[in-house]
């Protein structure tokens, strides 16, 4: 795991995970080659919300991230940085999946307020996967109440 000595003690390094071998946040894990030290780099981003780091989220999920997991993660960070900048790569991820990372592109197409995504995402609402039909009915009937 990486771990930054100079910031071990400093309590402004946000910390990013903590499972018996702690280490500091570095957005360089999420160049990592370890999914799961990727994971939680992603998972830290979207907890505080970290705007500076959604253009490096969208190239992560437009071309370097592999990981379906991973990719899931970065959507659902996306959604709640809050942005329309990643608008169109979460559509065009809604658009061309109907597995689980529709259900996460849904819901953070719905926090933005994306109306425009409201038919694609109607389709959804009748998944025979559950965790993506429920995501969608949440999307659709935030964006109905909106607007």
């Not at 979207?46 to 437009?62: A, G, N, P, V, W």
Request: proline share 3%.
């Amino acid at each position: 795991m990486t771990a930054n000595a100079n910031s071990a003690n400093d309590p402004s390094q946000p910390m990013a995970a903590a499972d018996g071998d702690h280490y500091y946040f570095d957005e360089g894990n999420l160049i990592d080659p370890n999914d799961d030290i990727r994971r939680l780099a992603i998972i830290e981003i979207s907890k505080r919300r970290m705007t500076e780091l959604e253009d490096r989220l969208i190239h992560c999920l437009e071309s370097t991230e592999k990981s379906e997991a991973n990719r899931r993660h970065i959507v659902r960070a996306l959604g709640n940085i809050g942005s329309s900048k990643s608008i169109g790569i979460i559509r065009a991820t809604l658009e061309k999946s109907d597995s689980l990372i529709a259900g996460e592109a849904a819901e953070a197409l719905a926090k933005l307020g994306d109306k425009s995504a409201l038919a694609t995402i109607m389709r959804l609402v009748d998944s025979p996967i559950q965790f993506v039909a429920s995501k969608a009915k949440w999307a659709a009937d935030k964006l109905k109440e909106t607007g």
